[in-house]
């Protein structure tokens, strides 16, 4: 299958500073992709749809100023989470839909860990 | 009421079982549908899509019920490196969101 991959595979910073995380499909392109949140335990959880070229769309709860997406181009998503704070701490996973491929499948990248001390 | 609903688990069976999970939609215009797996600390990979004629895949088996708006995944002789959370996930049409289920987590014992 496809593959998207992600930068970085774990992060761990202090209260306050931001994080970028990058998502890159790396063999095909993707005019969409989506950023969810995982927390132990529970299922993933969408924060929002990142459209190349215009802004994200972001599920109701979550922060668009607080969880920058900029989604430059057809190959790559960026997730900035500024000022972050312990409870940012997550599992961060981005999926990326193949725009030439099958419609309705979605290829997951490996995730990114993120601590906030 | 959650759109995508499963059993709750977790599930912990002996090798060698057969494992039934179940999932409910509640959206009736869902097109597409698919069981993920997740390992723990891992993303989500795709397992199977889900027809509706039903589709078998190895020891695994997918059921769809549009009717009653049902999805089933079946697992013969379960293997430890079964032991995984499964995520039944619905796709309500082109351009929108996968919807996934809170996963329910089997756990293969020796």
């Known amino acids: 299958g496809a593959v998207v991959s992600q930068h970085p595979s774990r992060v761990i910073c202090k209260s306050g500073t931001s994080v970028k995380i990058e998502c890159r499909s790396l063999d095909f392109q993707a005019t969409t992709m989506f950023w969810y949140r995982q927390f132990p335990k529970q299922s993933l959880m969408l924060m929002a749809t990142s459209n190349e070229g215009s802004k994200a769309t972001y599920e109701q709860g979550v922060e668009k100023d607080k969880f920058l997406i900029n989604h430059a181009s057809l190959t790559l998503s960026t997730l900035t989470v500024t000022s972050a704070h312990p409870e940012d701490s997550s599992f961060y996973i981005c999926s990326a839909r193949d725009s030439s491929g099958v419609w309705n499948e979605q290829f997951f990248g490996p995730g990114t860990r993120l601590t906030v001390l | 009421r959650k759109e995508v609903e499963q059993d709750p688990g977790p599930f912990n069976v002996p090798e060698g079982a057969t494992v039934a999970f179940n999932c409910t939609y509640s959206?009736?215009?869902?097109?597409?549908f698919f069981w993920y797996r997740q390992d723990c600390r891992k993303e989500p990979k795709l397992l199977m899509s889900?027809?509706?004629s039903g589709n078998e895949d190895g020891r695994f088996t997918a059921q769809l019920n549009r009717a009653s708006q049902y999805i089933s995944l079946l697992i013969r002789d379960s293997k430890l490196s079964d032991s995984a959370t499964y995520l039944c996930v619905a796709y309500p049409n082109y351009g929108q969101n996968f919807v996934f289920g809170p996963g329910t987590r089997l756990s293969v014992l020796p």
């Open positions: 889900v027809y509706s």
């Open positions: 959206n009736s215009a869902s097109q597409s």
